[in-house]
């Protein structure tokens, strides 16, 4: 789930419109945002590599699981840039919802 939504980035879909399963819609405002984000980082973003899961991480909340995923760039590989989301359970299972992307 998280791999397919960095690809989606890395396609430019930062609105996710082919839709991921697992993961809830962007909105559009959402998705200019990370578009923005990403441009004003000024690297090319790159999909996932298996490493990325060395050094990402999520916290149980009590309610839900807060996800840090670290990305990555073809100039400088693990970059500062991070995708921060929630993952909840529903009726269909583990549900994803994206909030930032963005340097902390």
Do not use: N
């Amino acid at each position: 789930m998280l791999c397919d939504i960095v690809r989606c980035f890395v396609e430019g879909d930062y609105a996710l419109s082919k839709g991921v399963d697992g993961v809830d819609p962007v909105s559009s405002e959402k998705a200019q945002h990370i578009r923005d984000a990403l441009e004003d980082y000024g690297a090319t973003l790159v999909e996932l590599p298996e490493t990325t899961w060395e050094t990402s991480v999520a916290q149980w909340t009590g309610d839900f699981w807060d996800v840090f995923v670290d990305l990555w760039t073809a100039e400088e590989g693990q970059s500062d840039l991070v995708l921060q989301g929630r993952v909840t359970e529903s009726e269909d299972g583990a549900r994803f919802s994206i909030h930032l992307v963005y340097v902390p």
